[in-house]
């Protein structure tokens, strides 16, 4: 004996859903394929949905199932789970082959490739990078938040939390490290003032070794423990690779020396400045300025000056080594020459310079 169709828009009260939109056809990223079969006492569905539904709360599911009946009406409901998400699902006791149902909505481009976390700014990532002997990946198999009284004082808005990591692979460093890391680490709590879940979820650890005991690591910073989707795999090993090459652009502590040449023709100039560095390793920044032309600098590594040198790309070890460690202003004590004139013209040279680098931006608070 045939039954007829059901009418999933029309709940037991008559009311139409919220939405009024679930299974009809419509393309709609909340609309679910819902299996219904019968039990005695109790009704199963099981819910597919384009989200992944991973670590939802049970006791969601069972307020549902223990209210269901085998005899009442298909109804529509809509359950939100916080985080923005919303799912519709059908709860009755019909079988499958009394709905109309149709195929799943896949989600858009845009949500499909939304990032779980926002991606840390450069000058963040190398300065963890560049500080650390060691940079592993790994996936945290244990978390526990730490009390405040047994580990000292943590910063306002805070966690600090015992972790333990399964290694997966060693990015950068030379010291053998274990299979199972131990660490401490401070994590930021969310807006309710909880400690993220982090177990299961992958990370990238900047640290230091402890001599003796290759189980355990200490972090260059409390917050040196990144999810990986907020550095990005591609963008580590890249930063890696130039931290490690001898020809990388050195650590630029200052400015040395700073002078202005005038040209034969009026606007015509070039200024040279030359830069502190730590070691022996010379840097300097070439600035030149041609009649009816814009005035253009570079970037040279090394004793020889080129002055058909480049910018640094923004994003890069080079611009970083200059955006995140020049002063914003150039210092008069740089300012070789006596002549006003030549010295106006170094200062507005180097101004250039700061503008077309561009804002260091940091988000770290540690």
């Known amino acids: ?73 298909c109804s529509l409901m809509q359950v939100s789970f916080g985080r923005g998400l919303t799912l519709a699902f059908l709860t009755g006791s019909m079988s499958l082959a009394t709905l109309s149902v149709p195929t799943i909505a896949q989600p858009s481009t845009t949500q499909a490739n939304a990032p779980v976390e926002s991606q840390l700014p450069y000058a963040d990532l190398v300065d963890l990078a560049a500080g650390a002997p060691l940079t592993v990946l790994g996936t945290v198999r244990r978390a526990s938040t730490l009390d405040d009284d047994r580990t000292g004082p943590v910063r306002a808005g805070w966690a600090r939390v015992y972790v333990e990591v399964e290694t997966d692979r060693l990015i950068a460093g030379t010291t053998p490290v274990g299979e199972k890391l131990r660490f401490l680490a401070d994590v930021r709590r969310d807006r309710r003032g909880k400690v993220p879940k982090l177990k299961n979820r992958d990370v990238v650890l900047f640290a230091r070794p402890v001599p003796g005991r290759p189980g355990e690591l200490q972090l260059v910073a409390p917050d ?10 591609a963008r580590l090993r890249e930063l890696a690779a130039q931290l490690l090459d001898p020809a990388a652009p050195p650590v630029v502590t200052g400015v040395r020396d700073a002078w202005h040449t005038p040209g034969n023709l009026a606007g015509e100039g070039e200024t040279q400045i030359f830069l502190d560095t730590p070691g022996e390793e010379a840097a300097s920044i070439t600035i030149v300025r041609r009649p009816g032309q814009a005035p253009r600098w570079g970037l040279s590594i090394g004793e020889l000056v080129n002055s058909d040198s480049r910018p640094p790309e923004r994003g890069t070890l080079a611009w970083y080594r200059l955006a995140c460690a020049l002063p914003a202003n ?20 180097y101004a250039l310079v700061i503008e077309e680098l561009g804002t260091c931006e940091r988000t770290r608070v540690f």
């Open 1 to 73: 004996m045939s039954r007829k169709p059901l009418n999933p828009r029309k709940t037991q009260t008559g009311l139409k859903p919220a939405n009024d939109r679930s299974f009809n056809g419509e393309a709609a990223p909340t609309q679910l394929l819902c299996r219904l079969t019968l039990n005695s006492a109790r009704l199963l569905f099981f819910v597919r949905t384009v989200y992944d539904m991973e670590g939802l709360p049970g006791s969601m599911f069972s307020r549902h199932l223990r209210a269901a009946h085998p005899q009442t009406w």
């Open 224 to 233: 040196a423990m990144l999810p990986v989707e907020a550095v990005g795999t």
């Open 330 to 349: 150039l210092p008069q004590s740089a300012l070789s020459s006596a002549n006003p004139a030549h010295r106006e013209a170094a200062v507005a040279d």
